[in-house]
């Protein structure tokens, strides 16, 4: 039997008009994205851009080609009314008839780039109530309101994950036809673990809550939690959340010490809330030590926050040893 296409899913469930062509707009230049991607050195689009972006951050040129790529794309939709990325200082406004906002992270795990390993785009698309001018405080919604919230993960294979509220789905690209497939229907997260995911070279910059945590993980069969863990970091949340998706597990990056003003390494708007709504719709767990991610009120579009995510069960565990 042949595969459902993105366009007929979408149809078939329900989803508004005037967000499908958001995603079907995200998912067509995703494509342009892997190809660049594909051509690598071929290209000339390896390497550092040469300019930091507003986090501070080096930028790479992919970082620079993927961004302008998708703000093209999203300002030729007419029911986008603005955007928010990762890559852009401010909110940049788009169709004044618009009712959609979209964040995004055009290329998360840029450090994997140059070395030939997985990246992804992470998108968020929010409901747009406010003044026809757009401003950020349009943007400084809950999670929890996500219209819809996905990624799309350039690895061996290059796939969509998606959420529009009524569970998870995974589609892979058909390349010779350049066409999203529907390959998984109802992605679903098992309560337990026994794999997680964190950069352990950040140890000892950790609070003693994670500290423990992480050190009875370690501890396998013979410590307080009475079984074996295994251990995965990729460097790109969008793959270390895919492996989540697919085959269990927790992951964090926390709060440390070497940079106390800032809450956490990941950003509310382009990675926590939209991978959180997609974990949370696929049964999983998304937290701080504090309380749930996607309950959150934004105060600014470029916030961090530290990030628990994953198996039910486990998160749980894991904030319990920050609340002791
Ligand atoms: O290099 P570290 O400290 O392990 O951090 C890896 C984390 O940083 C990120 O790469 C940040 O994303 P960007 O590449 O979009 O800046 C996450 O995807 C990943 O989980
Ligand atoms: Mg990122
Ligand atoms: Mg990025």
């Not at 979209?102 to 929010?126: A, C, E, H, K, Q």
Request: contains cysteine; aromatic residues 6%; negative net charge.
């Amino acid at each position: 039997m042949s595969k459902t296409a993105l366009p007929e899913f979408l149809a078939n469930t329900a989803v508004p008009a005037d967000l499908q062509s958001v995603i079907l707009g995200l998912a067509d230049v995703s494509v342009t994205i892997s190809q660049a991607l594909a051509k690598g050195a071929l290209a000339g689009v390896l390497g550092a851009a040469g300019a930091e972006n507003v986090q501070g951050e080096d930028q790479k040129k992919l970082d620079v080609i993927a961004n302008d790529l998708i703000k093209d794309c999203l300002a030729a939709i007419p029911t986008v009314r603005g955007l928010a990325s990762e890559e852009e200082p401010d909110v940049v406004p788009c169709h004044t008839n618009g009712n959609y906002l979209v964040t995004f992270d055009p290329l998360d795990g840029s450090s994997n780039i140059d070395i030939n390993s997985m990246v992804g785009t992470i998108f968020s698309v929010l409901p747009h109530s406010g003044s026809a001018t757009v401003t950020e405080q349009d943007f400084l919604q809950p999670g929890r309101q996500q219209a819809a919230a996905g990624y799309v993960l350039y690895g061996p294979s290059v796939m969509l994950v998606l959420s529009t509220g009524k569970g998870v789905a995974m589609f892979t690209l058909d390349q010779d036809q350049n066409s999203f497939l529907l390959t998984e229907a109802d992605v679903s997260i098992p309560a337990d673990a026994n794999e997680f995911a964190i950069n352990m070279s950040n140890q000892r910059h950790w609070t003693s809550g994670m500290q423990s945590y992480i050190s009875d993980l370690l501890s396998g069969k013979d410590g307080p939690r009475g079984k074996d863990f295994n251990m995965r970091w990729v460097a790109a949340m969008v793959a270390d959340v895919h492996r989540i998706l697919c085959r269990g597990g927790v992951f964090t990056y926390p709060w440390d010490s070497r940079k106390p003003e800032q809450a956490g390494k990941l950003r509310l708007m382009y990675e926590a809330n939209p991978m959180g709504f997609l974990v949370e719709q696929a049964g999983g767990e998304v937290w701080t030590p504090e309380g749930k991610i996607l309950d959150i009120q934004p105060e600014h579009i470029h916030q961090r926050v530290p990030v628990i995510l994953g198996a039910a069960n486990e998160v749980k565990v894991c904030v319990d040893y920050h609340q002791r």
